[in-house]
């Protein structure tokens, strides 16, 4: 067990959200889920035999989903990055986080249909930037403000004055 896990809250969608992730990342597998027994649904209005919490796993990476009703919703100050190899792995998570409901952002960020913040960036990221200078980094940065989904061929160009 890691010492630290990312509990994540929704409202009634706890078991479909580990369930889409654990289908999304090839490297996942599904955790427990625990349902509410008579006294935790009679506490917090939870309906007995649902499911409470269900736990998963991404890269090797714990998460527990939560469902704990509507109170609290998910915003950008939290979110999960994506370090993807090269383009074809940018565009299959921007693509799969963006359908069915998801809503892309600016910079490499989107939320999926549950909410959830993501950025999704080459994993060399810091090194386009820095690979031609301050003024490359500028120019890299300057085309990374225009982006949604990120482009890293255009991102390489930029730097490099192209």
């Not at 007995?48 to 469902?67: D, H, P, Q, W, Y």
């Not at 799969?96 to 993501?118: A, R």
């Not at 255009?154 to 192209?162: I, R, T, V, W």
């Amino acid at each position: 067990m890691q010492k630290i896990t990312t509990c994540l809250w929704f409202d009634g969608q706890a078991e479909e959200a580990a369930d889409y992730y654990t289908s999304v990342f090839k490297n996942s597998k599904e955790g427990e889920a625990r349902t509410y027994d008579e006294a935790t649904a009679k506490a917090t209005g939870g309906k007995k035999g649902s499911v409470l919490v269900k736990t998963f796993e991404i890269e090797g990476r714990e998460f527990m989903a939560l469902n704990g009703g509507p109170m609290f919703k998910f915003n950008e100050a939290i979110s999960l990055v994506v370090n993807c190899e090269d383009q074809k792995e940018i565009d299959y998570f921007w693509n799969t986080f963006t359908k069915d409901g998801g809503q892309e952002s600016m910079c490499g960020w989107l939320k999926d249909k549950f909410g959830v913040s993501w950025q999704i960036v080459p994993k060399d990221i810091e090194k386009i930037m820095k690979s031609n200078g301050d003024e490359g980094a500028k120019r890299a940065m300057a085309a990374l403000m225009q982006m949604k989904k990120l482009i890293v061929a255009d991102l390489e160009n930029a730097a490099a004055g192209k």
